[in-house]
Antibody, heavy 120, light 110 residues
Framework: QVQLQESGPGLVKPSQTLSLTCTVS??????????WSWIRQPAGKGLEWIGR????????NYNPSLQSRVTLSIDTSKNQFSLNLSSVTAADTAVYFC???????????WGQGLLVTVSS | QSVLTQPPSASGTPGQRVTISCSGS????????IYWYQRVPGTAPKLLMY???HRPSGVPDRFSVSKSGTSASLAISGLRSEDEADYYC???????????FGGGTKLTVL
């Protein structure tokens, strides 16, 4: 059974960089035709797609509204993928989820979510 | 403002059939698959339907999807109390080269 787990600081100061890691267990991040995604949900709002990275790192797609501040990376040796979001503001306060996406089949496995608060 | 439009709320009584709509544009729903997710507050979203009308293992056949042009609908028949959750549609947007979500629909089982 594939499991995903987000990790990182729960509190980030404004203007700093939010860095999160998703650790995949129960399967290799490098097997199959999967994208590895980040999605967030601010309190009281809907889901917002941040971006996804293909297993080889050769294909990366970003939400255009966040593209200038987001970097996704993948470390197959650690079975992890990561999100960096720079110049954060209070508007970036949200529960951040990592998820696996099979091409044309949606996000079938999700992490439990990590609340990140941007505050001084 | 979400690029896929969903009603903010829906409701029904146990046993009823309810539908939740999702509308977009030709570059989104019109030319791509639609996905539906269920999120119970405090838990991770769950994939409910993919490739328009396919159900992942474990999702009951009470859930179904219809799609026509640039709109789609999720139907839940035989409504149960455990169906009370937030429902989100999603699709790939060709013009943005990104996944877009609907704003979500809060389903209340009366």
């Amino acid at each position: 059974q594939v499991q995903l787990q987000e990790s990182g600081p729960g509190l980030v100061k404004p203007s700093q960089t939010l860095s999160l890691t998703c650790t995949v267990s129960g399967g290799s991040i490098n097997s199959g035709s999967y994208y590895w995604s980040w999605i967030r949900q601010p309190a009281g709002k809907g889901l917002e797609w941040i971006g996804r990275i293909y297993i080889s790192g050769s294909i990366i797609n970003y939400n255009p509204s966040l593209q200038s501040r987001v970097t996704l990376s993948i470390d197959t040796s650690k079975n992890q993928f990561s999100l960096n979001l720079s110049s954060v503001t209070a508007a970036d306060t949200a529960v951040y989820f990592c998820a696996r996406e099979m091409a044309a089949a949606g996000n079938d496995y999700w992490g439990q979510g990590l609340l990140v608060t941007v505050s001084s | 403002q979400s690029v896929l439009t969903q009603p903010p709320s829906a409701s029904g009584t146990p046993g009823q059939r309810v539908t939740i709509s999702c509308s977009g544009s030709s570059s989104r729903i019109g030319s791509n698959y639609i996905y539906w997710y269920q999120r119970v507050p405090g838990t991770a979203p769950k994939l409910l339907m993919y490739r328009n009308n396919h159900r992942p293992s474990g999702v009951p056949d009470r859930f179904s999807v219809s799609k026509s042009g640039t709109s789609a609908s999720l139907a839940i028949s035989g409504l149960r109390s455990e169906d009370e959750a937030d429902y989100y549609c999603a699709a790939w947007d060709d013009s943005l080269s990104a996944v877009v979500f609907g704003g979500g629909t809060k389903l209340t089982v009366l």
